[in-house]
């Protein structure tokens, strides 16, 4: 049973920084690629960032770009967000989720978290 | 980057109704979408892939079509359970953007 769980969220003040983890289970973590994808409270799904399986490739939406870090220890099955500078647009549940298929993103992601709510006020 | 819009974005139906949503792309992505369910409080559910092929697990009255830019998925007969908000996602390059949402709500 495929599982991912993440944390680290919660309240932040804009301009600091916060990581987010998600711990999976239940796969071969290091053969699937992983994605982040947040959820700004009463709104759609946004595309946040993605790691290929063995952590070389990454790619960011331009939201994000150049503030966050996604990363990965395939030996502790774990996927990662580093959030810095953070923005009020930033506030919403972040979800980590799986791809579908080992190696490639092409049939979209079959597996995700709970979510962690992350909420940057003063 | 690709755009992708969605119609409607809400639509009230009754039980045993057949749905349609469209998801269009501002240029063409072959094959390359997923459809998506999600309910309030929940994580997104994967109803479809590379447009049409149907992930496991799920009821065979989804289904999904189209190829290029316009996609459609459709709800056969709309089950109790099918009230939820569906996200189109294009996967045909970074990043990988989603639509805007239908929302589909009992008449």
């Known amino acids: 049973q495929v599982q991912l769980v993440e944390s680290g969220g919660g309240v932040v003040q804009p301009g600091r920084s916060l990581r987010l983890s998600c711990v999976a289970s239940?796969?071969?973590?290091?053969?699937?690629?992983m994605h982040w994808v947040r959820q700004a409270p009463g709104k759609g799904l946004e595309w946040v960032a993605v790691?290929?399986?063995?952590?070389?490739?990454?790619y960011y939406a331009d939201s994000v770009k150049g503030r966050f870090t996604i990363s990965r220890d395939n030996s502790k099955n774990t996927l990662y967000l580093q959030m810095s500078s953070l923005r009020g647009e930033d506030t919403a549940v972040y979800y980590c989720?799986?791809?579908?298929?080992?190696?490639?993103?092409?049939?979209?992601?079959?597996?995700w978290g709970q979510g962690t709510l992350v909420t940057v006020s003063s | 980057d690709i755009q992708l819009t969605q119609s409607p974005s809400f639509l009230s139906a009754s039980v045993g109704d057949r749905v349609t949503i469209t998801c269009r792309a501002s240029?063409?992505?072959?094959?390359?979408l997923a459809w998506f369910q999600q309910k309030p409080g929940k994580a997104p559910k994967l109803l479809i892939y590379?447009?049409?092929t149907l992930q496991s697990g799920v009821p065979s009255r989804f289904s999904g079509s189209g190829s290029g830019t316009e996609f459609t998925l459709t709800i056969s007969s709309l089950q109790p359970e099918d009230f939820a908000t569906y996200f189109c996602?294009?996967?045909?390059?970074?990043?990988?953007?989603f639509g805007p949402g239908t929302k589909v709500e009992i008449k």
């Open positions: 989720a799986k791809d579908a298929d080992p190696y490639i993103a092409v049939s979209g992601t079959d597996s």
């Open positions: 239940g796969f071969r973590f290091s053969s699937f690629g």
């Open positions: 790691i290929s399986y063995d952590g070389r490739s990454k």
């Open positions: 240029q063409g992505i072959s094959s390359y």
């Open positions: 590379a447009a049409s």
């Open positions: 996602q294009q996967l045909n390059g970074y990043p990988f953007i």
